[in-house]
């Protein structure tokens, strides 16, 4: 099970009992903020796409939604999300557990800068009912991510 290799990779980290996972589903933004007490946009989403290049993933904060006109310069295509299906054979994750941890070689990692307003963050562990809280800086480190970049766009609320 995906969790279990998150598991595992946190655990060479010490980290492993950070893991927090639920009775209930945190396989959306929504069910994740319900589940661990907080915000929807601090629910560090891990969005996957197919490029030319092979798999990305891009990881978001809750409330940001993907914008196609800066998506498309970023990575010159169209944004393209996996299946279900190809999301477990060429990321290592299930959609709902999808996270940038123990994923499969070759898949690039991209950090929104979405992301940035907060301190914290709860990206999921593998599983749809699953979280670890991560600073920016673990985020980063632990994310093995490629570059931040900028390729969502906010709700208007969140821009005042």
């Known amino acids: 099970m995906a969790i279990e290799k998150v598991r595992e990779y946190f655990r060479q980290f010490g980290m492993e009992d950070r893991i927090r996972e639920f009775d209930v589903s945190s396989a959306t933004v929504e069910l994740a903020a319900q589940a661990l007490g907080c915000e929807g946009c601090r629910i560090a989403k891990t969005l996957s796409f197919i490029t030319p290049d092979g798999p990305v993933l891009v990881v978001a904060a809750g409330d940001a939604k993907i914008d196609n006109p800066k998506y498309k310069a970023q990575f010159s295509t169209k944004a393209k999300m996996l299946t279900p299906e190809q999301a477990v054979q060429l990321i290592g994750h299930a959609v709902g557990g999808v996270c940038p941890f123990a994923i499969n ?56």
């Open 105 to 160: 070689e070759g898949v690039k990692v991209y950090l929104d800068e979405s992301l940035k307003r907060f301190p914290t963050v709860f990206p999921a562990c593998g599983s749809s009912n699953s979280a670890i809280e991560l600073t920016i800086e673990e985020l980063e480190k632990h994310s093995s991510y490629t570059s931040w970049i900028d390729v969502c766009k906010l709700p208007e609320a969140s821009l005042a």
